[in-house]
């Protein structure tokens, strides 16, 4: 049976290279070929439709179907959440398992952020547990080049290193380490009632990060009344384009705190769902198993369902605010360089939400094809009153 790895790249990066990132993947993939004899079957086309289904089932299970993850890594990785998504998933079951060989980041583009003892990025320091490949250089050098060949066959030879180590890995220790690390386990004799009353008490946490979001979302528009109230008293007063620089300058003052503070907030908020995540989807799975066995569980299954659909809704309506108020800034960035980095800041923590939010959309589906039959209705969330 062949290998299984997944190249996780940003497809715009693709582009602008002209193929090249998918054709290095091509490559490696061959020379491992030839360095073991053995085949390697590389995902590359995170666009295709059975590419979620095939890189969670393939590192679900057990040690012996855990992948090779290859993410590329460019400025823009940080900013698609989808990879984001990706990597953290990898990264944590790796981790668990006592194989982070099997994460090989390839660092395409080097950028300041990524050195950062002090990163906002969650992602960021993450990424710097693992040992990555440095081809920052090497992107630049042609096919047939023999650095770019010797390059080539040292990412092969880290990828046959990286499965001799995880084949000395004991399976069943390693499943065992999983199964404690994961919040959502429990000891096999507690129930699905059991199991609904721990994640009800792991996601607080995360519901009161949903507020602070709320609190900064107001502070953010509250200046951004005040800096349209100033462009229209300087127009109306004809300071012209000198008079609109220095409201400009003022907003971005008043931006910084709040725009730092969702930054931090947006990591929080993904961080949260990814450390409750698996324990959510296997309690949606067995409540049907548990529901088949004893129907009278229901009312509890359904109220824990409510709740996980209430605290969608608000990721949901906690996302649209911070989009609708970059969308409402946005004209007014290109009058002063000083709002650049509060915009910034909140687009980072924009992209970490939406991270999250494919979470959700995902529990949701779960939710609504769960044989317990419980009604979409159930949950009781509001969006707050502007009062």
């Known amino acids: 049976m062949a290998l299984k790895g997944f190249w996780s790249y940003v497809h715009a990066d693709d582009q602008a290279e002209h ?99 002090d990163a906002d990025d969650d992602l960021v320091a993450l990424i710097r547990e693992f040992q990555w490949q440095d081809w920052s250089d090497l992107r630049f050098a042609e096919r047939e080049s023999g650095d770019y060949r010797r390059g080539v066959t040292k990412l092969a030879q880290r990828l046959v290193d990286a499965n001799a180590a995880a084949e000395k890995v004991d399976a069943a220790a390693a499943a065992e380490a999983l199964a404690s690390s994961d919040p959502s386990s429990s000891d096999e004799e507690l129930g699905i009632i059991d ?80 450390t409750i995540d698996a324990g959510i989807r296997e309690i949606i799975e067995q409540s049907g198993i548990a529901f088949d066995e004893d129907p009278s569980i229901k009312d509890e299954v359904c109220e824990f369902f409510g709740l996980v659909r209430d605290l969608a809704r608000a990721s949901t309506f906690a996302l649209e605010g911070m989009q609708g108020m970059l969308k409402a800034i946005a004209p007014v960035e290109r009058l002063s360089r000083d709002l650049r980095p509060p915009l910034r800041a ?17 529990w949701v589906a779960l939710l609504d094809a769960s044989p317990v039959g419980c009604d979409a209705d159930d949950s009781t969330w509001e969006p707050p009153s502007d009062g």
């Open 19 to 117: 193929g090249r990132i998918a054709q290095l993947a091509r490559d490696v993939a061959q020379q491992f070929e030839m360095l073991t004899g053995e085949p390697i079957e590389l995902f590359l086309d995170q666009d295709a439709l059975e590419w979620g289904d095939k890189w969670r089932a393939k590192i679900d299970s057990s040690l012996a179907s855990i992948a090779f993850f290859i993410p590329v890594i460019t400025p823009r990785y940080f900013r698609s959440a989808e990879c984001r998504r990706e990597f953290q998933f990898f990264a944590r079951q790796a981790k668990a398992f006592g194989v982070t060989e099997l994460v090989l980041p390839v660092l395409y583009v080097d950028f300041p952020g990524l050195h950062d003892e």
């Open 346 to 362: 909140m687009r980072q923590g924009l992209t970490s939400m939406l991270e999250g939010q494919e979470v959700t959309r995902e």
């Open 195 to 274: 199991r609904i009353a721990a994640a009800e008490d792991a996601m607080p946490a995360w519901n009161e990060t949903l507020e602070k979001i709320g609190l900064e979302l107001e502070r953010i528009r509250e200046s951004v009344e005040r800096g349209t109230a100033g462009f229209q008293r300087s127009d109306a007063q004809g300071k012209g384009y000198a008079g609109r620089l220095r409201v400009a300058r003022q907003v971005a003052t008043d931006l910084d705190a709040p725009a730092g503070d969702l930054r931090e907030l947006g990591n929080e908020f993904a961080s949260h769902l990814h």
